[in-house]
């Protein structure tokens, strides 16, 4: 079973950025499609970005043009870089991989935007 580590969470004021970090145990990584959901205290959890083995990204309408995901094969890494934060972005983030049969999940890292 995979094993998923985030990191790079924290308090940010709005306005500022923040990246985040999922690194994956394993081989084929490359292979699987990886993303970020968020769940807010009280809310559902819900899809922020995802990227497919070939790079191809879906992103929530919230964070259109806010975030970016990206991942590096070579380190098993998938990345979510949040520039313009707003308060309402505020959640634990969770990393998902996704095998085609099975999803994997990591612990989450929560961010918090307020000044």
């Known amino acids: 079973q995979v094993q998923l580590v985030e990191s790079g969470g924290g308090l940010v004021q709005p306005g500022g950025s923040l990246r985040l970090s999922c690194a994956a145990s394993?081989?084929?990584?490359?292979?699987?499609?990886m993303g970020w959901y968020r769940q807010a205290p009280g809310k559902q959890r819900e899809l922020v970005a995802r990227?497919?083995?070939?790079?191809?990204?879906v992103y929530a309408d919230s964070v259109k043009g806010r975030f970016t995901i990206s991942r590096d094969n070579a380190k098993n890494t998938v990345y979510l870089q949040m520039n313009s934060l707003k308060p309402e972005d505020t959640a634990v983030y969770y990393c998902?991989?996704?095998?085609?049969?099975?999803?994997?999940w990591g612990q989450g890292t929560q961010v918090t935007v307020s000044s």
């Open positions: 998902y991989q996704y095998t085609g049969a099975f999803y994997g």
């Open positions: 394993g081989t084929r990584f490359s292979d699987y499609t």
């Open positions: 990227i497919t083995s070939s790079g191809n990204t």
